[in-house]
């Protein structure tokens, strides 16, 4: 059984930083791609990053601007979400998420991810 758990959520402040990680259970990492997602309620979810199963690709949502670094550590079967320059318009639920098949690539398109985590959240105060 596949399961992803996010951690790392908590109150920052505006221009600070937050590293999220996703612990992945249940298949070798590094097999596969893997995303972070946000979504706000009311609006559709969007990327915020994704990466490649060999880790030599990535992908990042337009509103990211250079401010965050997805990463992996196969050996430890987590991915990461480094976090620099919040704003208080970062604050929402952010979900890891993997595909269903081995080597596929990254994608930014939500319907390809089959696993979702429970979401993570933290305040971005202004």
């Known amino acids: 059984q596949v399961q992803l758990v996010e951690s790392g959520g908590g109150l920052v402040q505006a221009g600070g930083s937050l590293k999220l990680s996703c612990a992945v259970s249940?298949?070798?990492?590094?097999?596969?791609?893997m995303a972070w997602f946000r979504q706000t309620p009311g609006k559709e979810r969007e990327v915020v990053a994704c990466?490649?199963?060999?880790?030599?690709?990535?992908y990042y949502g337009d509103f990211v601007k250079g401010r965050f670094t997805i990463s992996r550590d196969d050996a430890k079967s987590t991915v990461y979400l480094q976090m620099n320059n919040l704003q208080p318009e970062d604050t929402t639920v952010y979900f890891c998420a993997s595909p269903e098949y081995a080597f596929y690539s990254a994608t930014y398109q939500s319907r390809a991810y089959a696993y979702w985590g429970q979401g993570t959240q933290f305040p971005v105060a202004s």
């Open positions: 990466i490649n199963w060999s880790g030599g690709s990535t």
């Open positions: 249940g298949r070798t990492l590094s097999s596969y791609s």
